[in-house]
């Protein structure tokens, strides 16, 4: 399916925050109407979904200060200069919950396109092995690490449990995925 830019044509476009992430303001028109958006300049990132088994996964917990809450997520960060995605996603595990494991490619997606341009790679790490000197978190995280049963982690999706929407979608990926190996040939 192709969408049209046609009627769309950006006005300006002005820097109002430096930092890990950029802050801007977008002037645009579309379909003859002139519109304004803050929009968050975020660098790609990966998500990783550590399959512990078929029927296991491993999951992390972590406190997030912009929701002033501990979620359960997977294991996921940004892609530092020069790296690509594959090797991003290498890192976060080991960093996050101090594994290694064979990564298959599952799918890209925008996280939050109506303001953000951050797009999370996502991975599935099998076969998996515990590191004997594990990498460090990055100063702010403070993490643990579990494992839960597939089935149960997809109904913590449904009950709120679970309310990071990235690891919602790799969950319901992953699973949907199952049984379909065909889906990781082609990535």
């Not at 002037?27 to 975020?42: A, I, L, P, S």
């Not at 029927?55 to 997977?74: C, D, G, P, T, Y």
């Not at 996050?96 to 939050?112: N, Q, V």
């Amino acid at each position: 399916m192709r969408m049209s830019k046609e009627g769309y044509s950006v006005i300006s476009k002005k820097v109002v925050h430096e930092g890990p992430v950029r802050l801007r303001i977008d002037t645009f028109n579309y379909n003859g109407k002139v519109f304004r958006k803050e929009v968050v300049e975020h660098s790609p990132s990966v998500g990783i979904i550590p399959i512990v088994n078929k029927k296991e996964i491993l999951l992390i917990k972590q406190f997030r200060h912009a929701v002033n809450k501990s979620l359960i997520e997977i294991p996921a960060g940004k892609i530092e200069n020069n790296e690509i995605p594959y090797e991003a996603a290498r890192r976060e595990l080991a960093e996050e919950t101090g594994y290694l494991g064979e990564l298959k490619p599952l799918t890209r997606c925008f996280l939050a396109p109506s303001y953000d341009t951050e797009l999370m790679h996502f991975f599935v790490a099998e076969n998996m092995s515990k590191l004997d000197d594990p990498k460090k978190m990055d100063e702010d995280e403070n993490i643990t690490s579990f494992v839960v049963k597939l089935n149960d982690a997809i109904k913590y999706c449904y009950d709120g449990t679970i309310i990071d929407c990235k690891t919602v979608t790799a969950i319901f990926l992953y699973y949907f995925a199952l049984g379909n190996e065909n889906v990781f040939k082609n990535n």
